[in-house]
Nanobody, 118 residues
């Protein structure tokens, strides 16, 4: 399985970005995917995840009012719509995938940089 994240960039505070993560290889609609981010000097932070069987989407409290995760099974792609971005959202954003919700994420994308200017 390979994950390819894209969509990062430089945006002003209050702006929006949409990240994409395309999965290839042995994936299907049961493949669980998530979004994480890591800011300089900080630990990796969970943002959102869609369960292996689809349906429920979980969000971190810090972003649930501003970020929306979605999935296009036909394209094997998940998205992260980020609105009202803040300077503290500046980080490298990663997508991750797994075949089973009871296991750690096994596959990681290369990361895409999001920079929010204040």
């Amino acid at each position: 399985v390979q994950l390819q994240a894209s969509g990062g960039g430089l945006v002003q505070a209050g702006g929006s970005l949409r990240l994409s993560c395309a999965a290839s290889g042995r994936t299907d609609s049961a493949f669980g995917m998530g979004w994480f981010r890591q800011a300089p000097g900080k630990e990796r932070e969970f943002l959102s995840a869609i369960a292996s069987r689809g349906g429920n989407i979980d969000y971190a409290d810090s972003v649930k009012e501003r970020f929306t995760m979605s999935r296009d099974n036909a394209k094997n792609t998940v998205y992260l719509q980020m609105n009202n971005l803040k300077a503290e959202d500046t980080a490298v954003y990663y997508c991750a995938g797994r075949h089973n919700d009871r296991t750690p994420y096994r596959y990681w994308g290369q990361g895409t940089q999001v920079t929010v200017s204040s």
